[in-house]
């Protein structure tokens, strides 16, 4: 390396070099932009003519913000007779203080607009009140009458359930007694296809007067004949020694006692 050749790593040519931070010099260019940007707005603003409306509403707030002067014939007249700046109206003094404020009406509807829009959005309102409460009764009885169906079904499969219980205890058990044939048709389950078809022949045969037991009725009957005949309990699922034992025993002759 020549002598006439600097150094790029010696601190001659170092300090040289000017020092830039990156960005500072952009940021700097941005803020003054904007500083111009504003001062444009604002000299704008000052030459602009105002508009009628800026000019009433100006001229407005200034009367509204200074009191009456001695000047004016109303007030005058109100000192004649002994009113006082800030002194209530009426003959105590104790009525309005500060003037009517003004209510500028910016639309072009007519003065009972304002009433007829707020009673009609009232009505509305009640309108639509009225259509949640009656979506929501319908819900619920919706619902009720779902767990109504619910529990009645499931009330109707368990009478099934312990009606064919007791057919099958009650057959096993007038077979264990040497009779041949049930007191009623119902009182043991249907053995098949024939008796099925037997049974509906029977049933067309009898006169439209005879009365159709529901599940319920038959279960009844059948429980207390073999509570009564055999001393059986189809809910215990005991064969008592005579009457006394079954009535000291057993809690009592219906499903909801042995819950």
């Not at 203080?97 to 009505?123: C, F, Q, S």
């Not at 009606?163 to 099958?168: D, F, H, N, T, Y």
């Amino acid at each position: 390396m020549s002598d006439e050749e600097e150094d790029y790593m010696s601190d001659a040519f170092l300090s040289k070099i000017q020092d830039v931070k990156p960005g500072v010099a952009m940021v700097r260019r941005v803020k003054q932009a904007m500083e111009r940007e504003e001062q444009h707005k604002e000299k704008n603003l000052k030459n602009r003519q105002k508009t009628y409306k800026e000019q009433e509403k100006e001229s407005r707030e200034a009367a509204l913000q200074s009191s009456i002067s001695n000047e004016n014939k109303g007030f005058a007249l109100l000192r004649k007779m002994g009113y006082k700046a800030g002194q209530g109206l009426g003959k105590e003094g104790a009525g309005r203080v500060d003037p009517i404020p003004l209510n500028i009406k910016t639309d072009r509807g007519g003065i009972g607009m304002e009433g007829v829009k707020k009673r009609k959005a009232e009505e509305e309102l009640e309108q639509y009140r009225q259509k949640a409460q009656a979506r929501q009764q319908r819900e619920t009885r919706s619902l009720e009458d779902f767990r109504s169906r619910v529990k009645t079904e499931r009330e109707e499969r368990k009478i099934e359930g312990d009606l064919r219980r007791s057919q099958r205890a009650c057959e096993q058990l007038d077979s264990q007694k040497g009779i041949k044939d049930p007191r009623e048709e119902w009182y043991w389950p249907k053995a098949g296809a024939d008796d099925e078809e037997e049974q509906e022949d029977a049933e067309e045969e009898e006169p439209e007067e005879a009365v159709e037991l529901t599940s319920l009725d038959q279960l009844q009957i059948l429980t207390s004949y073999l509570r009564g005949i055999h001393f059986y309990c189809i809910w215990c699922g005991t064969t008592y020694n005579d009457e006394e034992d079954l009535c000291s025993n057993c809690p009592g002759a219906t499903a909801a006692d042995h819950e």
